[in-house]
Structures are given as C-alpha cells and as structure tokens.
C-alpha cells in the first residue's frame, strides 16, 4: 500500500531521517536548509523523533557533534548549505579519517562572495577530495530514497555520505512522494554496528597523531603509519561503487523503486548525443531529450548519482556509443573547467570513446537555465561536432561573458 | 599533610614514559585531575602539548578513553560524547574536554560558549601554560604583558592577558573554579566536586611550563606557588554565583600580605625583556583584578 | 609466517608504558636519596612523601622506603628541590657506565 504525499524536498529529507531513527541530529539554519533543522526540531520536540537534537551555534560544531556522537556508537543527521559547508570544511575531513558513517544533505547553494542564497553545486563540488562519498538526487522521491539507502551505505563501508539535492529547485518544491512505511525502513536498514571503541570499559586513544612510517603496538603487532591508515579511506571509498550498486538494487527490491546505482540513464540505447549533469539539472536535460529527438536528433541523458566514489566502469559502460557530449555543470573547477567534465575525460582515457565533449557551466546562483534552453546549447554543440570541432571551450550559458 | 595526602586516589591513570617536557606542570596537574575523576570518565582534546602527552599511535599511556579532535573543536566535541551516550542511555560517564588556553581563549571559544549556554553536561578543562607551547611558544591571548614569545620576539607581548574565568562566569555556571597543580590537594579537591554537579562545569588551571617560560624543571612547583603568592594566580571556586576563595588564596586574602609581581616575573626568562612601565602596568593590573575578587567575595 | 596487519580501519591507540621509549635517557641528573634523612624512613611509617606527591610523571613509590622508577623519571628534579629535610640530591648521570 503505497502513501502518496505531496511535500518539499526538505520535506522528505526530514522524514527520511525519522524513518532512519536517527539518534543524534545536530544542525545550524542556513538557506535553503533551514526548513530541514526547524522540521527535525518539531518532530524532536513533540516526540515523534527519539533523539538527542543538538541545537549548535555553528556548522563545524555541528559536523562535530556528528562526530563524536557517531564515535560513540549514536546514528547521527546533519544538513547544511553553501557557507555553512564551507565552514565544516575541516570536520569533513575528521569524519571521514575517523570512518564514521554520518549521514548529511548537502542542500546545494550557491557560495559567496558575493551572496547568493540561490542554488548551485559549487558548495558540494568544493568538498570533493575530503573522502565522502557525494550522492546527487533528482527529485524529492529520490531524496527520501537515497537518505535511507545513504545509512546503509555509510554504515556498510564505514565513510560518511552527502546527499546532495538542489536548493529551491528541490528543496523547496512540492512534488508528490511515496513515503516507506516504517516497518520497512527498519527491515531494510539494521540497527549501526560502530567500529570505534570509545569506552572506559576498553581505553582507547582515538585520532591520535600518527608517524609518517609505521610503528609496532606494545604486543608487537606492526600497526599503520599515516599513509597506511589514509590508504584504508580510498580503498573503502573505491569497494563502495559496489555498495553503491548493491544498496540501490536492494532497496529497489524491497520498495519498488531503483534509482540507478552509480548512475542512471534516459534514452541512451540508440542516443547519438548524451547529455549529462548530476541533480536538478540533468533531471531538466530528459525534458530536454524528449524535445531533441522531436526534432529528429537522437539525445539521451546519463545523470551521475554517486560522484564520489566516480561511476569510471559505469560511464565507460553508458557513453561508449556516444558520438557526441554535452555537459551541464552547476559549478567550475576555477582556472579550468566543470569537474565532472574533467572527470569524464579522464575515465574515458584509453577507451573507445572518443566522443568531442562540449562542457556548459549552467545556472550558477540560482540563473535559469531551461530545458529549452539546454535542448538548443546541445544542438548547437552536436552542429559543432559534425563540423569537426573537437575541443570546444567551456561555455558558461545564460551569461555575458567576453 | 600525610593525612590529606592518603585521601587521594593511589591508583595512577598515566603511564611513564610520556612524551611530555621534563617537569611539565600539565602533566601534574592532569594527573590529579584523572585520579580524582577516576575510571568511569571520557575525555576529548584538541592539538595541543595534551596530544603529544596522550601518545603516538598506536600506544597510549593513558588508561582513560580519548577521542581527539580539530582545534577549534573541544567543547562540540565534548557536547557530541555526551549527546551520543544520552542517547544510548549510558549518563553515568563524566565528559571531560579539555584545551590550552590557545584551543580556550582563541580558537575554541565559540564551541565552548555554545556548550556552556545550552548547559551541556560536562567538565571543561582549560589548562593555561600562556601560549602555544606545542607549536613553538607562539603568543595567545592568554600571554602576559610584557612577556617575549616567538611571535613576539623583540617589543614583547603589548596587551594584557585576556580575563577568560569572567567570560566563563558571564555563563552562569554551577561550577567554575580554578587550580594549580603547586596545589594538588585543592586541584584534586575541585575535581572531585566538579564530577558530581550537573551541567558545564569549568576548571581553569594554570600550568607552569619550564620551556615556554624560561624557567629550570626544578623549579616548577615553586613558580606555581609564586603565581599565587604575588597574585597573579588566584584560587577560588564559584559555586552557582557564591564565589569562594580557597587554599594559599585565601589565606592572602585574609592576610593581605601578596608578594610584589616582581618576585615571580624576575624568575622567568619570558619576562626578561620586560621595561619598568610595562612592571608598574603588571602590578597595577594584578592589584585591580584583585581588588575585583575581594570584592566579590564579600558580595 | 606472515606479519599480522593492522586491523584498524581508524586510529585507536592501545595502553602501553613508555609511550615515548624509555624517558629514563633523557635525563643528565639523576635523583638520589638519602634513607638517613627521608622522613618515612626516619620514622619507620608513612609520611611526607612530598615527592610523591609532586612528580609530574608519577614515578615515585611511596613507601616507608621511597624509590624511584629510574627506567622512567625525566630527572626534573622537581622531587629533590621539594624534598622538605633535602634528602634528595641530583647527581650528574655518567654516562659511560652505562
Ligand atoms: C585549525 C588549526 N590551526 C592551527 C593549528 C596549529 N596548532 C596546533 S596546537 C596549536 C597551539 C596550541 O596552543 P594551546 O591550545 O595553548 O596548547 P599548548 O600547545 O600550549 O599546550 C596550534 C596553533 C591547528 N592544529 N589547527
Ligand atoms: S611545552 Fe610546557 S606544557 Fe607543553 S609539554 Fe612541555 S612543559 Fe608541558
Ligand atoms: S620528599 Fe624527601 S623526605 Fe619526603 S618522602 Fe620524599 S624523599 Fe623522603
Ligand atoms: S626527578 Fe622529576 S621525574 Fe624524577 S622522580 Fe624526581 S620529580 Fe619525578
Ligand atoms: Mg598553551
């Protein structure tokens, strides 16, 4: 029996984490994720929500409460936008180094200065390299789906993870939500088994400072330097694409409902052109699509979901029929190009592919960008291709530039 | 003496064999700090001379479970311990953050004022050596005037140390107080208190560091003493608002009869560079801050 | 046989003594006491006991005979400076009988 309801994405990111029994929420307001703490608030205030609600003074205590509630064994839930995920920088790096499964929605924002409070990715983009895996959803059913899935994964490999939705697009949107009952969520997501100890019971000094080289324990035993110990972070991250796939299809098993592990693809069988981007954006490129091949032009869409660990099998998989590619970022690699390009270019290194890639830097604090308007830039690029252009620079759409 | 002494917890929470400087005055003073608190008790530290006492991986020679954290981190951490063990039901664990006066006075001061405001359970240690000792006896604002320091190496440290024990009472807490491991008995004694009340608790202690501040390792219980003696130092405690001097403290407060600044700031090799003004300025900061304590203990 | 790998996956560090090696070598003075003077001793029962009490590393023994666990102490000589009757003195450490 499904229970249909029409709610935001901040909505949804609430419930997802009320379904999952979090037992530690510690959150700062930020637009657009404000609605999400104030939410978390009520249900913790009136009871619905048994847990510890931290009302911090700021992100990087926030993210540090996470911490150190998760290392001593609690489920935890943050969220955060732009600045305020700029601000927990560090402790995105501690979480990650310390392995421990928190679970955050990064409510994309465009960052300052100057202000916008408007949506982008370059808050999440930015977050990149500090070892947590970043997750991109589509859609508000997605959100709800992809938290629940988020608790499983982490709690599976042992690393945090960002679900990523965009802000205002997403966040403050109505759409209609099938919501899991709660007794599944519960089936589906055992209760969080901690790897750290930090116990009087078992005196352990946690995160302490390591020798670049190794060093033997009191019993002999050679234990890591810090190299070794950050190997263990990137192989975790890496075996996590197969967690990833896994988690998904489970879930698609038990609720209906599969998202695509790494990736997901729209009509890319017969597609000549691909169009690809992650979030709201590549959502807005299927309506795209659609009025692409009306006019008789083959396009698909391929939308990264996992970004961090990268899809490298599944997009060699997905754009190997490719004869031309159009790349939709919310965000830049300042100095160089969209990130997820630069990241496609290198995982087709040494392929088939060869496909010419055209990189478009699109809506950047909140401008529109629409699916008309993506729907022209690929044709404009796919005209490019079939004149020989190969290389073409980064287009930032909808912007005076020059 | 003996008497006072055999109250104390004979059982040791720190191994020898620490990384710690010869005759570190944190060491002393941590040490009574952990008997006192006993077995049943987290702590959580930032970067500071702490994590270098509490050990390289993969040893520890410290029997009490830690978690390390970011600098400006502590007292959220501390907040995050106790929020997770509510959670899981286990409350009868003391929380202990504990920071330099750099990871105090500097960096952690707006994780600590958020967890003192929302009144979270747990014991916030500061140990004040007046400087960042683990990075190279850099100036903090807990520095004395007057004293030279890396980052300070010609002119000395112009401004006077910043008075943190006051922005801690504007918390209103149910417990503030502070200690010198030249004391132990009354360190130890404010600790065993701390551990029983409720709510954020904090304990300022002052550490005398012989590398920091150019003094011989022998001579750290003396120069703990002379902190008090002259009043640079002052031991009290204040229990929901009652403020009470305790020990050495109180007896000069009784007496009336400090020792000049001079006899402690001659002794240290900081202060060498110290001019006349800048000793008239210390005294006459001292006496007010004194006069400031006397006057809230007759209130 | 094949060396045991580290099965943390973070760093949690284990209780051991001599974290930092034996910090007996780092001291050039080295404590000795003079049972003829040390109260405990003198009054055949416990007393004093001051270095116990201010050995910021903890390794004093206190007994009606204080020893010193010289594997470890620093050689501060915090112990001898408080030492009330003097009955500690810090005594260069040669070297070359070791
Ligand atoms: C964000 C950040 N900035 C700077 C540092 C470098 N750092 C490590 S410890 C320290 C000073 C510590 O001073 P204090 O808290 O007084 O402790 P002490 O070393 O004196 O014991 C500094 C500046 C750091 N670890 N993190
Ligand atoms: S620098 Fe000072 S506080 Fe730090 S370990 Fe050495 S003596 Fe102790
Ligand atoms: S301080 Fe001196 S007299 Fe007292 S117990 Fe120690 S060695 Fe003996
Ligand atoms: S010299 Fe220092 S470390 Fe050694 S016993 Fe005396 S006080 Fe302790
Ligand atoms: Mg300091």
Same mark, same amino acid.
């Given at each position: 029996m499904?229970?249909?309801?029409?709610?935001?994405?901040n909505q949804?990111a609430?419930?997802?984490?009320k379904?999952?029994?979090?037992?530690?929420?510690?959150? +700062?307001?930020?637009?657009p994720q404000?609605?999400l703490?104030e939410?978390?608030?009520?249900?913790?205030?009136s009871?619905?929500?048994?847990a510890? +609600?931290?009302?911090?003074?700021?992100?990087?205590s926030?993210l540090?409460?996470?911490?150190s509630?998760?290392?001593v064994?609690?489920?935890v839930f943050?969220?955060?936008?732009? /600045?305020g995920?700029l601000y927990m920088?560090e402790?995105?790096?501690?979480a990650?180094?310390?392995?421990?499964?928190?679970?955050?929605c990064?409510?994309?924002?465009?960052?300052?200065?100057?202000?916008?409070?408007?949506?982008d990715?370059?808050?999440s983009?930015?977050?990149?390299d500090?070892?947590?895996?970043?997750?991109y959803?589509? /859609?508000?059913?997605?959100?709800?789906?992809t938290?629940i899935?988020? +608790?499983?994964?982490?709690?599976s490999?042992?690393?945090?993870v960002?679900?990523?939705?965009?802000?205002?697009v997403?966040?403050?949107t109505?759409m209609?939500?099938?919501?899991p009952?709660?007794?599944?969520?519960r089936?589906?997501?055992p209760p969080y088994?901690p790897?750290?100890i930090?116990?009087?019971?078992?005196?352990? /000094?946690?995160n302490?400072?390591?020798?670049?080289?190794q060093?033997r324990?009191?019993?002999?035993?050679?234990?890591?330097?810090?190299?070794?110990?950050?190997?263990k972070?990137?192989?975790?991250?890496?075996?996590?694409?197969?967690?990833?796939r896994?988690?998904?299809?489970?879930?698609?098993?038990a609720?209906g409902?599969?998202?695509g592990?790494?990736?997901w693809?729209y009509?890319?069988?017969?597609?000549?052109?691909?169009?690809?981007g992650m979030?709201?954006?590549a959502?807005e490129?299927?309506?795209?699509?659609?009025?692409?091949?009306?006019e008789?032009?083959?396009a698909?869409v391929?939308?990264?979901?996992?970004?961090?660990?990268?899809?490298?099998?599944d997009?060699?998989?997905?754009f190997?029929?490719?004869k031309?590619?159009?790349?939709?970022e919310?965000?830049?690699s300042y100095?160089?190009?969209?990130?997820?390009?630069?990241?496609l270019?290198a995982?087709? +290194?040494?392929t088939?592919?060869?496909a010419?890639i055209?990189?478009?830097i699109?809506?950047?604090?909140?401008?529109d960008v629409?699916?008309?308007?993506l729907?022209?830039?690929a044709k404009n690029?796919l005209?490019?291709f079939?004149?020989?252009?190969?290389e073409?620079?980064?287009?930032?759409? /909808?912007?005076?530039?020059? | 003496?003996?008497?006072n002494?055999?109250?104390?917890?004979?059982?040791?929470?720190?191994?020898?064999?620490?990384?710690a400087?010869?005759?570190c005055g944190?060491s002393?003073? %941590?040490?009574?700090a952990?008997?006192?608190?006993?077995?049943n008790?987290?702590v959580?530290?930032?970067?500071?001379?702490l994590?270098?006492?509490?050990?390289?991986?993969p040893s520890?020679?410290?029997?009490?479970?830690?978690?390390n954290?970011s600098?400006?981190?502590?007292?959220?951490s501390?907040?995050?311990?106790v929020?997770?063990?509510?959670?899981l039901?286990k409350?009868?664990?003391?929380?202990?953050a504990?920071?330099g006066?750099?990871?105090?006075f500097?960096?952690g001061?707006?994780a600590?004022?958020g967890a003192?405001?929302?009144?979270?359970?747990?014991?916030y240690l500061c140990?004040?050596?007046e400087? %960042?000792?683990n990075?190279?006896?850099q100036?903090?604002?807990?520095?004395?005037?007057?004293a030279v320091?890396t980052?300070?190496p010609?002119l000395?440290?112009?401004?006077?140390?910043?008075?943190f024990?006051k922005?801690?009472?504007?918390?209103?807490?149910?417990?503030?107080?502070?200690?010198?491991?030249?004391?132990?008995?009354?360190?130890?004694?404010?600790f065993v208190?701390?551990?029983?009340?409720k709510?954020?608790?904090y304990?300022h202690? %002052?550490?005398p560091?012989?590398?920091?501040w150019?003094?011989a390792?022998?001579?750290t219980?003396?120069?703990?003493?002379l902190?008090v003696e002259?009043?640079?130092v002052v031991?009290?405690?204040i229990?929901?608002?009652?403020?009470?001097?305790t020990?050495?403290?109180?007896t000069?407060?009784?007496r009336?009869?400090?020792?000049?600044?001079i006899n %402690?700031?001659?002794?240290?090799?900081?202060?060498?560079k110290?001019?006349?003004?800048?000793?008239?300025?210390?005294?006459?900061?001292?006496?007010?801050?004194?006069q400031?304590y006397?006057?809230?203990?007759?209130? | 046989?094949?060396?045991?790998?580290?099965?943390n996956?973070s760093?949690?560090?284990t209780?051991?003594?001599?974290?930092?090696g034996?910090?007996g070598d780092?001291?050039?003075?080295?404590?000795v006491?003079?049972?003829?003077?040390?109260?405990?001793t003198?009054?055949n029962?416990?007393?004093?006991?001051?270095?116990?009490?201010?050995?910021p590393?903890?390794v004093?023994?206190?007994?009606?005979?204080?020893?010193?666990?010289?594997e470890y102490c620093k050689g501060?000589?915090?112990?001898a400076?408080?030492?009330?009757?003097r009955?500690i003195s810090?005594?260069?450490?040669?070297k070359?009988?070791e």
């Open positions: 499904s229970n249909v309801q029409i709610i935001t994405g949804a609430a419930l997802a984490a379904l999952c029994s979090v037992e530690v929420v510690a959150a +700062y307001p930020i637009t404000s609605q703490s939410i978390l608030s009520s249900y913790v205030e009871g619905e929500l048994k510890e +609600y931290v009302r911090v003074e700021g992100e990087h926030a540090t409460v996470c911490i509630a998760s290392t064994g609690a489920r943050t969220a955060t936008s732009a /600045n995920l920088h402790q995105l790096h501690w990650a180094g310390s392995r421990l499964p928190i679970v955050m990064c409510v994309n924002r465009g960052v300052g200065a100057p202000w916008t409070i408007f949506n990715q370059q808050d983009l930015a977050q990149r500090t070892g947590w895996i970043q997750l959803c589509r /859609n508000n059913q997605e959100i709800i789906d938290v899935q988020a +608790y499983r994964i982490a709690e490999v042992y690393c945090p960002m679900v990523c939705y965009d802000g205002f997403l966040s403050h109505m209609p939500v099938d919501i009952d709660a007794a599944g969520v089936a589906f997501l088994q790897h750290t930090l116990s009087p019971d078992d005196p352990r /000094n946690l302490p400072v390591l020798f670049p080289g060093r324990d009191s019993e002999g035993v050679l234990r890591d330097g810090y190299m070794d110990m950050r190997y972070l990137q192989a975790a991250l890496e075996k996590a694409s197969e967690t990833i896994a988690v998904n299809a489970a879930f698609a098993e609720f409902r599969d998202h592990g790494m990736l693809e009509r890319t069988d017969d597609a000549d052109l691909i169009l690809a979030g709201s954006i959502s490129a299927t309506v795209a699509a659609d009025r692409l091949r009306e008789g032009i083959k698909g391929v939308g990264i979901r996992s970004y961090r660990p990268f899809p490298k099998a997009v060699r998989n997905a190997r029929n490719a031309g590619i159009a790349i939709f919310k965000s830049i100095g160089y190009e969209g990130g997820l390009c630069s990241d270019k995982a087709f +290194y040494g088939a592919i060869k010419p055209h990189n478009y699109a809506g950047l604090g909140g401008r629409k699916a008309r308007e729907a022209a830039a690029s005209a490019g079939e004149k020989g252009m190969v073409p620079q980064t287009t930032w759409l /909808n912007t005076t530039t020059g | 003496m003996p008497e002494l055999f109250k104390l917890n004979a059982k040791e929470y720190i191994l020898p064999g620490t990384r400087c010869q005759g944190l002393l003073g %941590y040490r009574y952990l008997k006192a608190l006993r077995e008790t987290i959580t530290l930032p970067a500071c001379c994590c270098v006492l509490h050990g390289i991986y520890t020679p410290v029997m009490i479970p830690c978690l954290n600098f400006a981190s502590t007292a959220a501390a907040a995050g311990i929020a997770g063990l509510q959670a039901n409350t009868d664990t003391t929380v202990m504990v920071a006066d750099g990871g105090t500097d960096m001061i707006q600590l004022s003192a405001e929302r009144g979270t359970d747990f014991i140990y004040d050596n400087g %960042y000792m990075t190279g006896t100036r903090s604002s807990a520095t004395p005037m007057g320091t980052t300070t010609i000395t440290k112009q401004q006077h140390k910043k008075d024990i922005i801690m009472d504007a918390h209103d807490l149910p417990y503030l107080a502070t200690v010198s491991p030249s004391y132990p008995i009354d360190l130890y004694e404010k208190k701390a551990k029983k009340i709510g954020t608790r304990i202690m %002052y550490v560091c012989p590398p920091g150019g003094f390792t022998k001579d219980i003396k120069t703990g003493k902190a002259t009043g640079v031991l009290f405690e229990e929901n608002g009652k403020f009470r001097f020990g050495r403290s109180k000069l407060a009784e009336g009869n400090r020792l000049p600044v %402690y700031l001659e002794k240290q090799g900081r202060f060498r110290m001019n006349i003004e800048q000793l008239n300025q210390q005294q006459a900061w001292v006496d007010g801050k004194w400031e006397i006057r809230r203990a007759e209130a | 046989m094949e060396e045991r790998k580290d099965d996956i760093a949690m560090g209780v051991a003594i001599g974290e930092a034996k910090t780092w001291r050039s003075l080295r404590p006491i003079d049972r003829k003077k040390c109260i405990p003198v009054k029962k416990p007393a004093c006991f001051l270095c116990w009490l201010y050995c590393e903890g004093v023994k206190a007994g009606i005979e204080v020893e010193i666990d010289l501060c000589g915090i112990c400076e408080e030492c009330p009757p009955a810090m005594i260069r450490e040669d070359s009988h």
